[in-house]
Structures are given as structure tokens and as C-alpha cells.
């Protein structure tokens, strides 16, 4: 997109201020955000250039073992319902990950016990660009998907490109963005 993501202007805020809100009425009791955010209760990357996983890695020490849905910013149609659909699915399941079917990489909800620290904790040190992404995450976890429904699939869609951050203005009202 050429800027940052989280500080994007929406709806009398920023992506940023959206995703949390959806996560505080989703009943979060705490929302940490990776990276250089002052306004949030932000985490430094402590492994930098990892994108999500790094991300992952720089979080879950804060954490202990407390379940968590690891969220991009840019999914401005989200909706609490989507993280609490999620969230009821893997705690009725005893995977360490969970995530929508369709194609949906995130949302990802962890249970991260020591074995799913123990592989972030690899995955984040592997020289290997493939070995490092959230698909193969999920996959060494062997994590389970569950269905969604197409306005679920539609609140899922990201907004990581100017023309679908257009879309996204005209389809809100919320003129250019």
C-alpha cells in the first residue's frame, strides 16, 4: 500500500482503533498490537522482518498461556460475531489452531500451550522464508478449519491494496480514502 496500514483513516478513526474496538465488543480482555504504536498496548518487534510471525514471536512471551486470535489490521468488515464464532469453535476443540475455511489465513486463533511456543520459537528462527509463514504455522500445529458463512467470508476479505481500499471507501460511503 506504500503507508501504514494501521494508521489509515476510518470511520472517525484509524484500522488500528477498528480492529481493536472489534476485539473489546468480541469481549477481549486485552488486545496487544506488534509494533510501533503508542496509542495501543503495542509490543515491539522483537524479531523484525517476519511479518505476522514476528509479530507471533513478539507477543506470545506476554501472553503465558492464554489463548489468542492473531488478527492483520487490514480487515476493515470485521465483526465481533466472526471472532466470537471462531474463538467458541477452538475452545469446544482441543486444537492449538483455528482458523476460517476458504482460503482464510487470518483470523487465527492459538492455544499456545509450550509445544505451539516451541514451534513459533523455530519457525521464527528458520532461515527458510516458506518455513516461516502462518500457513505452515498452522499446518505444523495441525491446526483445524471451520466453515463460515459468505457474510462471515466477506467480513474476511483484506484491504491490502489501494484499489481495494478505494472499493472499500465507495462501498462505505465513505467517499476516497
Given at each position: ?19 481493536r ?133 466477506r ?23
Amino acid at each position: 500500500m506504500g503507508q501504514d496500514k494501521a494508521r489509515l483513516p476510518f470511520r472517525g478513526g484509524t484500522l488500528l482503533d477498528h480492529v481493536r474496538a472489534v476485539c473489546h465488543d468480541a469481549g477481549a480482555a486485552r488486545v496487544l498490537v506488534s509494533g510501533p504504536y503508542p496509542e495501543a498496548d503495542a509490543i515491539p518487534d522483537r524479531v523484525p522482518g517476519l511479518g505476522p510471525l514476528g509479530g507471533l514471536a513478539s507477543v506470545l512471551p506476554e501472553l503465558g498461556s492464554l489463548p489468542l486470535i492473531l488478527l492483520p489490521v487490514d480487515l476493515p468488515r470485521l465483526r465481533a460475531k466472526d471472532l466470537l464464532m471462531l474463538h467458541r469453535a477452538a475452545v469446544a476443540s482441543t486444537a492449538r489452531a483455528v482458523r476460517f475455511a476458504g482460503g482464510h489465513v487470518l483470523p487465527l486463533w492459538l492455544r499456545p500451550d509450550a509445544t505451539a511456543a516451541a514451534t513459533v520459537r523455530a519457525m521464527a528462527d528458520h532461515q527458510s522464508r516458506g518455513a516461516r509463514s502462518l500457513r505452515a504455522l498452522f499446518t505444523a500445529l495441525a491446526g483445524i478449519e471451520i466453515a463460515c458463512d459468505a457474510a462471515t467470508h466477506r467480513a474476511l476479505e483484506d484491504c491490502d491494496t489501494p484499489e481495494a481500499w478505494r472499493r472499500l471507501g465507495q462501498e462505505q460511503g465513505l467517499g476516497p480514502c
